[in-house]
């Protein structure tokens, strides 16, 4: 297992004749990122978990980073960005901290359609975690 530099974020990969190289420059306090080759050829991940608490706008910066050294190779991020949006087909809570989520997703959407990335999330009928949840 690959984990940032404060254990949020982490890559597991599950294919014991791939080759994982950690992409140092870009393994810090804001994800984890390995190029990891195999059978199937190569492929750029990476992983970020953008804290609640904390202003987004370091993130897009990141990817951007990440997007531009994996320009070579097809890539995937994985992102907890404690953010709604309908884009990624999340849904809006009820309570006041909802609303500050909606406007992380903003954000991160503006900056998805930028960046040509595309959200692979699958609909359901209930939210992602809420601390709020009974």
């Known amino acids: 297992m690959f984990t940032d530099r404060r254990g949020k974020a982490a890559i597991l990969v599950d294919q014991k004749a791939a080759i994982c190289m950690p992409v140092e420059t870009l393994t810090n306090e804001f994800g984890v990122c390995l190029v990891v080759k195999g059978s199937f050829g190569s492929i750029f991940l990476c992983s970020a978990y953008c804290q609640f608490d904390a202003p987004l ?12 050294q994996a320009s070579e190779t097809p890539a995937i991020l ?17 309570h006041a901290e909802g609303q500050a989520n909606y406007s992380r997703g903003e954000l991160l959407s503006e900056w ?9 999330n699958q609909s359901t009928e209930v939210n992602t975690f809420d601390k709020y949840r009974q």
């Open 57 to 68: 706008e370091p993130y897009p910066r990141y990817m951007d980073a990440v997007l531009l």
């Open 78 to 94: 994985g992102l907890d960005a404690n953010a709604v949006f309908p884009m990624w087909l999340s849904k809006l809570s009820w």
């Open 112 to 120: 998805m359609l930028e960046a040509r990335a595309a959200a692979l």
